[in-house]
């Protein structure tokens, strides 16, 4: 029988990497958040609809775009169980 070793390329990502991926982007959207109430304070007239919008939405939005962070990356190889051979 011809054992396959697993290769590291084929481990899927570690979850304290995945954490930081999704903090970042979550980290991002707020931020841009709070750039939108402050361009809602400076901004007159009805230009103050398209900043409130967004800084209402976002963090909603934040929160599925970090979640979806892991989806795209690449997927993980299978899983070996293991087992003892017989000689």
Not at 10 to 15: D, I, Q
Not at 30 to 38: D, E, F, H, T, Y
Not at 63 to 68: E, S, Y
């Given at each position: 029988?011809?054992?396959?070793?697993?290769?590291?390329?084929?481990?899927?990502?570690?979850h304290?990497?995945?954490?930081?991926?999704?903090?970042?982007?979550?980290?991002?959207?707020?931020?841009l958040?709070?750039?939108?109430?402050?361009?809602?304070?400076?901004?007159?007239?009805?230009?103050?609809?398209?900043?409130?919008?967004?800084?209402?939405?976002?963090?909603?939005?934040?929160?599925?775009?970090?979640?979806?962070?892991?989806?795209?990356?690449?997927?993980?190889?299978?899983?070996?169980?293991?087992?003892?051979?017989?000689?």
């Amino acid at each position: 029988m011809k054992h396959e070793t697993p290769s590291l390329t084929e481990l899927p990502t570690s979850h304290s990497d995945e954490l930081k991926k999704r903090m970042t982007v979550y980290s991002i959207i707020m931020g841009l958040r709070v750039l939108s109430i402050l361009i809602f304070l400076v901004v007159p007239g009805w230009w103050k609809v398209a900043p409130a919008i967004f800084a209402v939405f976002s963090s909603y939005f934040a929160v599925i775009i970090a979640n979806a962070v892991g989806m795209f990356s690449k997927p993980a190889g299978q899983v070996q169980k293991p087992t003892r051979e017989l000689e």
